[in-house]
């Protein structure tokens, strides 16, 4: 595992360094492998697309879809941020509505549980991190609503979280450095 991480750092800089060569400039000018698909899956009555903040494949082959709602909130809004589709794009489920301010970062863990963060604080919401099982029940609940701080059990503007094969959370913040929990797993 410790190579692994030593790997991926040398990739991140070395491609950090061949960005900013300007002799190794990116090109734009190759031809586009992939289509523009507007308007896919099946979205519930009354919901349109809003801004998508993530979009994770599930080991059971599902997709889990966050986006905010409508207008980039979901400040006192009716509809699920979380929409779960098969491959094909048919709605399976929907929840999270009123359990969000700024829907932003999400990750799936290999159990098939979905980790989300909330990323703006509001009305005694926000600054947290939810863990739903793959039928939206939460199953844990990271930070306190409403509450952005850099003590324990406190988030300033969670970004993004991932999870560890070892059951380690990692969660990026806007205005602090990351932060880690240590085998912290729902029973």
Wanted: aromatic content about 8%; charged content about 20%; hydrophobic content about 35%.
């Amino acid at each position: 595992m410790r190579k692994l991480f030593t790997l991926m750092i040398l990739l991140v800089v070395s491609g950090h360094r061949l960005a900013t060569d300007s002799r190794a400039a990116p090109r734009n000018d190759l031809p586009q492998p992939y289509r523009t698909t507007r308007d896919w899956g099946q979205l519930p009555t009354g919901v349109k697309w809003a801004a998508v903040t993530a979009v994770e494949p599930a080991p059971d082959g599902s997709i889990s879809v966050i986006h905010r709602c409508f207008e980039n909130s979901c400040s006192g809004r009716s509809e699920p941020p979380i929409l779960k589709f098969d491959k094909k794009g048919t709605l399976l489920q929907q929840w999270g509505e009123g359990l969000f301010n700024f829907p932003h970062g999400a990750t799936v863990d290999r159990d098939g549980n979905l980790w989300v963060t909330d990323a703006r604080g509001d009305g005694g919401k926000g600054h947290q991190v939810f863990k739903f099982n793959s039928d939206g029940r939460v199953l844990m609940t990271l930070g306190k609503a409403g509450v952005a701080g850099s003590g324990p059990n406190l988030f300033d503007q969670p970004t993004d979280v991932v999870v560890a094969p070892n059951g380690d959370i990692f969660v990026t913040l806007t205005r602090r450095s990351l932060l880690s929990w240590q085998n912290l797993r729902a029973r």
